[in-house]
């Protein structure tokens, strides 16, 4: 609301019409409200990053044990065929 009042005090101090600069208020006004993120709009995003990063260290996760195993145990026979 300051900066609305201070950009229409502005306007009017070098002699732009009031419909104008009324004008000027309500198109920012309009921008602002449907291009620029909320607080809301942040934390939420921020808890669907937070959801999304712990599914991925879980597959993550899984898929380092799987090459984990598959790789001790092309070593176990790779030992036995040495033998």
């Given at each position: 609301m300051k900066t609305e009042l201070a950009l229409y005090q502005a306007l009017i101090s070098i002699n732009v019409p009031e419909q104008k600069?009324?004008?000027v208020i309500e198109?920012?006004?309009t921008d602002m409200l449907s291009r620029l993120a909320?607080?809301?709009d942040l934390t939420a995003l921020a808890a669907e990053f937070k959801s999304e990063i712990s599914q991925l260290?879980?597959?993550l996760t899984i898929r380092m044990g799987v090459m984990l195993?598959?790789?001790v145990g092309v070593m176990i026979?790779?030992?036995k065929l040495m033998h």
């Open positions: 600069a009324n004008a198109a920012l006004e909320t607080k809301a260290e879980v597959k195993s598959a790789a026979a790779a030992m």
